[in-house]
């Protein structure tokens, strides 16, 4: 029966849990999955990505960032902002238009679709008439100009998407006007580029995919000019000055057209091929900018010879004499240039790449073109991640130690500063400073600084050195041969493939305190190393651990251990190895634990654990925790799926056999042999079921056949033999719900490296329900988790009660059970419900501390299930607090990817490339709040002035001091206009007008959808 509470009481306890607990999830950190199309704004400074799910992310200065996803799962194909406004539109390969905003709310923008359309036809028409092709946005703000399929262009006003068929241009209007002896007159295909007259905004480029290019008269609405290309077309570009128009080609060459000279070009003025005579690869995008004192920059993608370098993904740059073909390692989305505006020139100042998978921005201004570090974007997949290991709160000594090994790292990158700065970053300073830390299947770990908005790069370390591996360390691919042509130049960091897949870090623990570092590996390699400041040659000193201790009748089938180096091997500064344990057979590592204080290192595999003290460099213990059962463990991880494999084809065949020989007995019964079929294929499904599936009332791990494999390792100061002596000891949980206890006799400081450290069993516990133990905590007296080491010792924590008695709390796949130490008697549990299959899949320690009473917060266990739901239970009585829906259950890697921090948030990958952040706690939440503020105008006495429309809840351009600043000198500007040119009167006018209309029509036509809103700071 349920117990009644005082209604004071639950009130109370609610009210507390508002103020600890509040799931968001905050920011995606990484590289967007699957990029599908690119756009930028000069005005803004703002970047934009779309991605092959819908996604819209946009990017300005470090933590300006903005997310949005469309109600279709459609890919974005092309991505435009309105110039020098604060709208969007995105084109999907649905063939929808969508219109997006950065609206300000509360002083934080936020990212809104305001808008979706549909380009209609004529009646009866067929659908390649209105599908899209080619967009121009332009540069009233206004106008929409969208080439289709069928060779037509519409002109659609926006925000209100109204169609103006008056100013459409129709395919027919287009081929009346060609000579009848064009090659391409009745066919000319789709409409592949469209752009405006840098000095006439009244006149676009109409390109279509048979090669023509017409010059158009949106007012006249006529032909001016056009130039008769006979290569399929793939691009254009107008020159700046307006003088000439570049066209690029399938064949791999760009003409050059000269505008104003005759009505009619048969041919271009010049025909280029970059790399040769022989046949190349299409030409995708080209772009030309003048400077103001040297040669012009040439800018293309693509163009390579087929024949010897048609895998190749480059992008070319010619300035003078200068000529770098930039080689990147997947496939180049787009591209688009950076004008360096700030300092009136409008020279090239930076180029901007997207590829498949990374961002890369190369400086122009710098001599060698160098590349730009990214702030954000990073790759985090440019070798595949195998784990992650957070550390907060990183002492400011050792955060600086990592930063300056890591700059020396970076000496190959520009030093000009990240030329997209746009919008404003409101979020605070982040209060303390975090690593994340990521282990890749190449060997290398990579430190992140996860403080902030901003997933920014500190330092990589390498493990391959090492050992011997394929690869020579004097091999520098980043740069071609002399006289190499074309003459490549690699860039980017994206490499997926591994030299030796045993290299993959598979555990990492890094003690901020002191500086030292255990990383595991595939091979069942562990090593120890320590933060220096200086380059080191040193050899690293070999201990081979065999976890079987000589039993019989096992014998490993898996991969060999890696060979490592005997001979000094030369470090340079950072973490720098000088211990290595190898297991034997050498598993994957599945456990590891660094306790600095006591200078151990305690690891487990699928067939034992050990510890090693790598202060004298010896083997402290070891376990073998193999039973008879556990033959599957000696597989290895290929041949566990080839055994797979085989056991599922084996169970086919004998269906098969089965069916053949019931065939040849039963020829005559037809309804006989179906029944034995129906009973044959009943009986293999029911032998293929898998574990969990079977059991219906207990959830069970289905690596059952793995009872030795070591889940969890755990160092703690504790009563163990009796309640008046502590002792170091060392706890070991098993897959077959098996818990271990080892008392460690520690030498005194002055004795450490002459006694020895010894290890002998004292506690052995068995869970009854045999699931998986994934953690284990000891609590003190106060029912608080014990400190980490050195933790007290540099203040940062207060010494734990040793004057009541302590707990030692056990997490399986299924429960969690509390028992008292020293005599190891069940106090109390809880379990998870069996009927839902829920079971444990990842668990951690964190503070929530409250958000309305700086000084209060509780301890609480973070738990992440197979369902992808996140729970919070109290220490130390394991009463449920809250739970959360968070990842999806079908996502198995993004469970199995999960890492919590220590004040209650947490990161997991939602794609190979990205990670997801989110918070369960009221007080420490990290995530973008950034401001974009409407532009101003580039000129106020220009010829075709753009209307700009103010944010729609009226904020000011500028902040409103600027505005008192500058009133004044516009008052003067606007009466010199008045006074001197009246139709600069009558334009202003129209705009003004203008802005009237499209604002009634904007209020009558679109409403915001809000359904699909990724704001900032919500």
Not at 255 to 278: M, N, V
Not at 447 to 460: E, I
Not at 697 to 708: H, L, M, P, V, W
């Amino acid at each position: 029966m349920r117990r009644f509470r005082r209604h004071g009481q639950e009130s109370h306890r609610d009210k507390l849990k508002q103020e600890l607990y509040q799931f968001n999830k905050t920011v995606e950190h990484g590289f967007p999955h699957q990029p599908s199309a690119l756009g930028y704004s000069p005005s803004l400074q703002l970047l934009a990505i779309g991605t092959r799910s819908g996604a819209i992310k946009l990017y300005g200065a470090p933590g300006v960032e903005f997310m949005g996803l469309h109600d279709e799962t459609a890919a974005v194909t092309q991505v435009h902002f309105l110039p020098n406004l604060v709208e969007l539109v995105t084109l999907l390969d649905d063939n929808s238009l969508h219109m997006w905003t950065l609206r300000a709310h509360h002083g934080v923008s936020e990212l809104l679709e305001i808008g979706r359309f549909v380009l209609t036809g004529p009646p009866g028409a067929p659908p390649s008439v209105t599908r899209v092709t080619a967009v121009l946005a332009h540069s009233s703000g206004e106008l929409l100009l969208l080439g289709t399929e069928g060779g037509h262009v519409f002109v659609v006003e926006v925000p209100g998407f109204r169609e103006m068929e008056d100013k459409s241009i129709s395919l027919e209007s287009v081929q009346s006007r060609i000579p009848d002896d064009y090659v391409g007159r009745r066919n000319l295909q789709c409409v592949e580029a469209l752009q405006e007259n840098p000095l006439n905004s009244r006149q676009v480029l109409v390109g279509y995919g048979r090669g023509l290019i017409v010059l158009w008269d949106l007012d006249a609405r006529r032909a001016v000019q056009q130039f008769l290309g006979t290569q399929q077309l793939e691009s254009m570009w107008w020159v700046p000055d307006g003088g000439c128009v570049l066209s690029c080609h399938s064949d791999g060459s760009y003409c050059q057209w000269k505008l104003g000279e005759e009505k009619i070009q048969y041919a271009p003025h010049r025909t280029e091929t970059p790399y040769g005579s022989f046949p190349c690869k299409a030409i995708s995008k080209i772009v030309q900018i003048p400077t103001a004192k040297g040669p012009p920059f040439l800018i293309f993608s693509g163009g390579m010879p087929r024949a010897s370098y048609g895998d190749r993904h480059c992008i070319s740059v010619i300035s003078g004499k200068t000529h770098v073909a930039l080689d990147f390692t997947s496939r180049i989305i787009d591209f688009f240039v950076i004008q360096d505006w700030d300092r009136h020139k409008g020279d090239p100042s930076a180029l901007v790449v997207l590829a498949e998978e990374e961002l890369v921005v190369v400086d122009l201004l710098s001599a060698g073109w160098p590349v730009m570090q990214a702030p954000y974007l990073a790759p985090l997949h440019c070798s595949a991640i195998t784990c992650s290991h957070h550390v907060s709160s990183i002492p400011l000594k050792l955060w600086e130690r990592v930063r300056a090994v890591g700059q020396l790292q970076n000496t190959q990158y520009s030093n000009q500063p990240w030329p997209l700065n746009g919008g404003q970053n409101l979020a605070p300073d982040p209060p303390q400073r975090d690593l994340l830390l990521t282990g890749h299947e190449d060997g290398t770990v990579r430190f992140w600084d996860a403080s902030g908005v901003c997933l920014y790069p500190m330092y990589k370390l390498s493990t391959s050195s090492v050992f011997h591996t394929d690869t020579d360390p004097n091999d520098n691919m980043n740069q071609g041969s002399e006289g190499e042509w074309p003459p490549f130049r690699k860039v980017g960091c994206f490499d997926p493939y591994s030299d030796d897949p045993r290299l993959g870090i598979q555990k990492i623990h890094l003690c901020k305190y002191s500086g030292h570092l255990a990383v595991a590996g595939t091979a069942g390699q562990i090593l120890v190393l320590e933060l220096n400041d200086e380059a080191l040659e040193q050899a690293v000193e070999v201990s081979l651990v065999d976890l079987l201790l000589g039993q019989e009748g096992f014998r490993w089938k898996g991969h060999t251990r890696l060979e490592e180096r005997e001979e000094p091997v030369n470090f340079s500064p950072g973490f720098q190895p000088f211990a290595l344990v190898q297991c034997q057979p050498p598993a994957v590592v599945t456990a590891l634990n660094l306790h600095s204080e006591w200078k151990l290192v305690a690891f487990g595999t699928s067939h034992g654990f050990g510890l090693y003290d790598y202060q004298q460099r010896n083997v402290v213990l070891i376990r073998c925790t193999l039973s008879p059962s556990d033959q599957l463990a000696m597989e290895g991880p290929l041949s566990r799926v080839k055994s797979i494999k085989k056991s599922l084809r084996q169970s086919f065949r004998r269906i098969r056999r089965s069916r053949v020989s019931v065939r040849k007995q039963h020829t005559n019964n037809p309804a006989k042999l179906q029944e034995i079929n129906a009973r044959m294929e009943a009986e293999a499904l029911q032998e293929m079921e898998l574990a969990p599936v079977q059991r219906k009332i207990e959830a069970r791990s289905s690596d059952d056949s793995f009872t030795g494999l070591v889940r969890t390792l755990y160092f703690a100061d504790t009563f163990l033999s009796d309640s008046t002596h502590r002792t170091a000891s060392l706890w070991a949980g098993t897959n077959g719900g098996s818990v271990f206890a080892y008392a460690l006799r520690l030498p005194s400081i002055e004795r450490r490296n002459e006694d020895v450290v010894t290890a002998h069993p004292v506690k052995e516990i068995q869970l009854m329900h045999r699931a998986p133990v994934v953690g284990l905590v000891v609590l003190d007296g106060r029912g608080a988790p014990l400190p980490e080491p050195l933790e007290v010792a540099h203040d940062l924590a207060r010494s734990p009660d040793m004057q009541g008695s302590h707990h030692l709390l056990v997490i399986s796949e299924e429960q969690f059970k509390v028992f008292t130490l020293p005599k190891v008697s069940s106090k109390t549990k809880l379990k998870l419900t069996a009927v839902e299959g829920s079971r444990v899949r990842r668990v951690g320690l964190a503070w929530f501390g409250s958000s309305q009473t700086e000084e209060y917060g509780e301890s609480g266990l973070v738990v992440l299930t197979n369902l992808g739901e996140l729970h919070v239970l109290s220490l130390p009585h394991i009463k449920m607090q809250v739970h959360y829906s968070c990842i999806r259950r079908e996502d198995i890697s993004g469970i199995a990817s999960c890492v919590f921090t220590k004040h209650g948030q947490g990161f997991y990958l939602i794609s190979p490339s990205e990670f997801e952040r989110f918070s369960l706690s009221a007080r420490w939440i990290v995530e973008p709040k950034c401001l974009v503020e409407v532009p101003l105008p580039p000129s106020t006495s220009s010829a075709s002035p753009t209307a700009y429309r103010t944010q729609p809840d009226g904020m000011a351009v500028k902040h409103r001091k600027d505005n008192e600043e500058s009133e004044s000198s516009a008052k003067r500007v606007m009466e010199h206009a008045l006074l001197n040119d009246e139709t600069v009167l009558q334009q202003i006018q129209k705009a003004l007008e203008g802005d009237q209309t499209t604002h009634v029509e904007n209020n009558m036509k679109i409403k915001p959808r809000r359904g699909n809103v990724m704001s900032n700071g919500d």
